[in-house]
């Protein structure tokens, strides 16, 4: 199993942030290396990283692959880039932001990465290689939320935390993330489908 953050707040050439993200959840399943199981509700969130930008839209998918954590971050790319994702300054307003959070509980760091500190040596560390779990996973609200819907039994692989253990960290960032009070058709859609079904192969 993995867990895969999504994120967005442009509109861009697939629409909306809630419809980019419904979209690229079609791509993924589309990919038959990618099985969604469980898809969170999508939050609005404050930005993170202080720059002025629109409220970001996130979710958190659980899914079974058969891809490697390389080449599932890979795959990730090429869906944030059909996206038209352009990508510049840190932290930056994104049309589709695709991160791999787990996979398979593995633990991952590049060389030279040593101990994880703040957001910016973390955003640095990102930049060597593939880091898992996500190195920024513990500092974010926006993905801990959706998180703890689809597998409210995750533990943190590296420090054993638990989800309620994290959020308890957060209390004052969790005023800045709410669940979209009216959750799409098209979301809800794909939530019920992906949980009742498994295995599958979307249409269009």
Known sequence: ?????????????????????????????????????????????????????????????????????????????????????RRGVAWGARTLDLDLIDHAGRIVRPCGAGRLGGAGAQHRLQRKGLILPHPG????????????????????????ETMAGLLAQLPAARASCRPLRAQPEEWAGLRSHFQHHGDFRLTR
């Open 1 to 85: 199993m993995a867990l895969i953050a999504l994120g967005g707040n442009l509109h861009g050439r697939w629409g909306a942030p809630e419809r980019t993200l419904a979209r690229a959840m079609r791509q993924l399943a589309d990919s038959q290396t990618v099985h969604p199981v469980r898809l969170s509700r999508l939050w609005r969130s404050a930005p993170y990283g202080g720059l002025r930008q629109p409220a970001f839209v996130n979710a958190v998918a659980l899914v079974r692959t058969s891809l490697s954590p390389h080449a599932l971050l890979k795959l990730l790319a090429a869906v944030e880039r059909a996206a038209g994702r």
């Open 137 to 160: 996973l513990r500092h974010r609200v926006f993905v801990l939320l959706p998180l703890a819907e689809v597998r409210p039994d995750w533990r943190h692989p590296v420090t054993g």
